[in-house]
């Protein structure tokens, strides 16, 4: 039954286009290195201003995937 | 004055394209058996993942609205 | 090395749009006013239903400016 | 033994007089629908301002009663 | 896509017996009425004393259940 | 559309009297310098003893008020 | 200097008339044994319901006094 | 109607066998000093880990009980 | 002194048996690859129901271990 | 086994110095009524303001203790 | 009596020495354009690494003002 | 532009000198193993007591580092 463990690590996906794209940028880069990325949550959602404008979304997930055996 | 009671119900929208259109579904789905829905808050945002990328956005919402005579 | 003392406000941007928009919105209201905005911060994602649809995003954010000297 | 499990719904009472009439105005308008109510917990306190004045008190409470058989 | 819409509900299972049995209650209870629920989420875990001992547990739970066409 | 956007700042309000009365006093305060007030929220709830009775009640509100054009 | 240390106890106040006034009974009682009662802040308040009514405002208060020599 | 001020207290028990036990042998040994326990709420559970094993479950509570006149 | 440096991990055990058992399956898994845990903190307690029962307890734990020279 | 017991209470100590000097300042004064302190949790930092300065740090912790036989 | 009327404002400060040199430099500034500060309480404590150590301390805190007449 | 992702880790660093220092611990032995380290926010602070004197300050920080391509 030990494969249902979970591991659950903390990343910030960046954007400058848009809060959910930075979401989405982070996922690519997890995934590189981890398989098996089952959810995620978003934790926190803030960015840089330049210009009046938002410059770079940061947005921060914890992510949740299987423990390798 | 007792029209200005609300209810508040809390339920999680989906959807494949974006973070607002879960907010989006949500609402559509409650709206078909409530009536006098007045206000939401976005209370959590996560989503599954599937092939290193968002498969589908879960934001759960509380929804307001004025409770029947 | 005073000039990295920062404050910090909250303001409530709003759009018919998106959530995303309506930071932008507060963004660029508060950028007229203010100089030197660094940083946002959502707080609190809610909005208003007309019609079984957001009606109004009203998203709050906290955003970081030096102060002037 | 399963009378005692108790269901939580969460309601906004409001009042122009005080913030303990909102409570009280939302207890009468749920005890029309819901029998066996049991205590009530506020969870939020604000209000509308008009003329410099508190217009109408908002106060969120969940409200929990015994589960109908 | 709309069957993924879930509500939720908050309920407070009781046990003479132990914490977890206080959930197996709650879920008891709720499925009599609820077709499809589908998780739960522990919110408070509490009790009455007697004797110097737990006389019941009462553990609240969030429910998610997929809502109905 | 960009008379939608609101400031929100926070304030102690006290009276000898109520905890709502210290709400009251806060809004009449602020009200002198800030026009379109909209609406409040208490955040905190404390006050000062004395003799063994409230001497001073203090209840913290955050206001918010419509960003002049 | 060490007068200046503080001890923080946590007590239920309860009243059938009014949330402060159960602020009032909890800070009546406590001056009877403890000296030196300095400030308090409300962290909780709920209530239980008969009828339809409130029956009795119970609220939960965090009270700071000078720790005797 | 006085005695119906409660006081609360927070102690954290334990065990080596189950998290619920922790929370009967903080009651156990709180009994024995303070009469009129009323009711307990979970705050935290934690605990020591040994050898891959949970070694001592450690669960804090505040437990709350009638003040005496 | 540089011994006395701690990581934390976070990490989801699951069960059909208890929620304590899906703390100890988490710790059996994580000691595999861990060496020198230390303690563990739950942070959430949810699980998967199936026919109005609870068919997998989920409890996600922060876990604290020395890190390595 | 009902030595590991533990007792928290709730203190705030105070200083001209610094933030930590003002944890001290509490453990010293709670060390001479209170055997077997054993651990301190810092809950809050705050302090007086005077001529633009730090007039006073005041700290509350946490304090917890083997509770006596 | 409406002397009593505060106002919270939240800023952050910095240095390059220690965390309670940050919350001074914060008052420092502050204090220029303010008079009549009152408390501050630390929300954050965060900062910026550079080479394996701290480069740069950024304490946020909510400073209380008398509000002018 | 996916060089902009960082990871963050939470870890706790000890010091038998001063809350600070604790932090500066922690970071020195963090940054052995990973490049990068770019913020640190302090999430936790508390310590050993003997003697009635910290005895070693235990600060939780979450440490942020850019992801290695």
């Not at 398989?35 to 979304?57: A, M, Q, S, Y």
């Amino acid at each position: 039954m030990d494969d249902h463990i979970y591991k659950i690590i903390e990343i910030v996906g960046t954007s400058n286009t848009s809060s959910d794209d930075a979401v989405s940028n982070a996922l690519a880069k997890a995934s590189k290195s981890i398989k098996n990325l089952r959810w995620f949550e978003v934790t926190n959602t803030r960015g840089n201003i330049k210009d009046g404008k938002v410059d770079r979304w940061q947005v921060t997930i914890k992510l949740g995937f299987t423990m390798k055996e």
